[in-house]
């Protein structure tokens, strides 16, 4: 099986060292890929920066606008969490296109799976600003380039990063043609993914939140996607499966407070491989989220590639272990959300 790897060295441009969305985060993956060998065995995929048309499908003009002039006035801050450097517009244009070859070379077959080790994060950019690290919305570009490019009509979002990914919502909140999929930590930033947010009109039932409880761990993650995500994907059949994999709910991670560990990731992405496989022969894209703990994150990504190659997820390198105190899978409050999500959705 051949796994496409979309990486630049221009993603580390947009870098500030004391801010927990770093350039070495990218640095860490890239060093654990090639340790193992499986960077050597990837067929690289070059980034091109995201074009002005598909940006402006999916943000404003003047917030577009916005990013490149403050960007360019030097160091500089889009909100509290969110910081600008004079790198930091193109090297956002650069990761929406990532995330966007990787779908073109895997809809071209020239891949069976595509990584977009991309930098800096979307699934907070709403249509109208950026929030929470995130720039423009690299996997909602990606969607409707496979949507409006391709003549795709089915879409799913799998968004596994610890928070919820609003911006994302919001672009497909009144669209049937994506099915947005979320597990976060709830309540936590940035207070949206409630279960009764499902979507409008014509995506009515295409929004699927399952707010967590903080301690949710492999166990918990594992039945969230094997009776929620499963049943509710094999009848949205999509015909392309893109994730917003963040690592940031693993146990060693500082921003949050759940229990997975990289061998949880790899069940996640083995459920993933599972969809893939039964509605779209392969085409999974990686579009990379958050992660903060260093080892956690490159190990989850190393963990994702080998599940998507064919690997047993139990016989995955985990140098961290697994969680010693999380939510067992039969824990009340686990099992009111699984089955409220499941009754919201008719699943
Ligand atoms: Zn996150």
């Known amino acids: 099986m051949t796994i496409g790897v979309v990486y630049s060295p221009r993603y580390l441009e947009h870098n500030d060292p004391s801010h927990p969305e770093h350039a070495g985060r990218l640095e860490a993956i890239v060093q654990v890929l090639q340790q193992d060998g499986a960077w050597d065995e990837a067929e690289p995929i070059t980034p091109q920066p995201v074009s002005r048309e598909r940006l402006t499908s999916l943000h404003t003009a003047d917030y577009v606008e916005q990013v490149r002039q403050t960007a360019a006035s030097g160091r500089a ?15 956002a244009l650069l990761a929406a296109g990532g995330v966007i070859q990787g779908v073109e070379a895997v809809l071209a077959e020239q891949v069976e799976a595509a990584l977009a080790l991309v930098r800096p994060p979307g699934h907070h950019a709403r249509p109208t600003r950026g929030m929470g690290f995130c720039l423009f919305n690299n996997v909602a570009l990606a969607a409707l380039q ?36 979320s597990t976060h930590q709830f309540p936590y930033y940035p207070g949206t993914g409630a279960i009764q947010e499902t979507g409008a009109g014509a995506g009515a039932g295409c929004i699927v939140n399952v707010p967590l409880p903080a301690g949710t761990g492999d166990a918990g993650y594992r039945r969230v996607f094997e009776e929620i995500l499963l049943p509710a994907s094999l009848r949205f059949r999509p015909q392309l499966v893109l994730v917003s994999a963040g690592f940031d709910p693993h146990w060693a991670d500082g921003l949050a407070t759940m229990r997975v560990s990289v061998r949880g990731f790899a069940h996640m992405a083995a459920t993933v491989r599972q969809i893939a496989q039964a509605c779209c022969p392969g085409r999974i894209v990686l579009a990379l989220e958050g992660g903060y703990n260093l080892q956690a994150l490159a190990y989850g990504v190393l963990a994702s590639w080998r599940v998507w190659e064919g690997r047993d997820p139990a016989s995955v390198d985990d140098p961290l272990g697994p969680a010693r105190d ?13 089955e409220t999500v499941r009754a919201v959705h008719e699943l």
């Not at 910081?83 to 193109?90: D, E, G, H, I, K």
């Not at 799998?158 to 049937?176: P, S």
């Not at 039969?330 to 009111?336: G, I």
């Open 146 to 181: 496979a949507l409006e490019n391709h003549d795709l009509e089915r879409v799913l979002i799998i968004d596994w990063d610890v928070h919820h990914g609003n911006g994302t919502q919001e672009a497909f909140y009144h669209d049937g043609r994506v099915m947005y999929f």
């Open 77 to 91: 801050w889009l909100d509290m969490d969110t910081y600008l450097t004079p790198a930091s517009y193109q090297v």
């Open 326 to 338: 999380e939510r067992p899978a039969d824990d009340p409050n686990l099992e009111q959300i699984i």
